[in-house]
């Protein structure tokens, strides 16, 4: 099967693999939102045989054949994990606030 592999601008290391190219209307509207902008990044002739060396190729291919796109985060990383955008600010204690 013919694969198309887009990288996410906003979360580092988060790929989207579609089924056919440049098709992101099968992408739920939350998913676009929380990836931003999408890259090309390589075309892939995918099929049981071939190793992935992050993501199981039958669970790829699934996905591809089932709902025409796969989501492949980081390791270590989840989906809930991965919607939440970097906070960098260190924590303010409400009671700096108060005039004395």
Do not use: I
Request: charged share 30%; net charge negative; hydrophobic share 35%.
């Amino acid at each position: 099967m013919q694969c198309f592999v887009y990288a996410s601008t906003r979360k580092p290391d988060s790929y989207v693999w579609l089924a056919a190219r440049d098709e992101f209307s099968v992408l739920p509207e939350s998913l676009v939102l929380m990836l931003g902008e999408l890259r090309f990044v390589l075309e892939v002739q995918l099929d049981d045989q071939r190793r992935l060396p992050v993501e199981d190729t039958e669970v790829v291919l699934e996905h591809l054949h089932t709902q025409r796109w796969h989501l492949q985060l980081p390791p270590q990383e989840t989906l809930a994990t991965a919607s939440q955008l970097p906070y960098n600010e260190p924590l303010r204690d409400d009671h700096d606030d108060r005039e004395r």
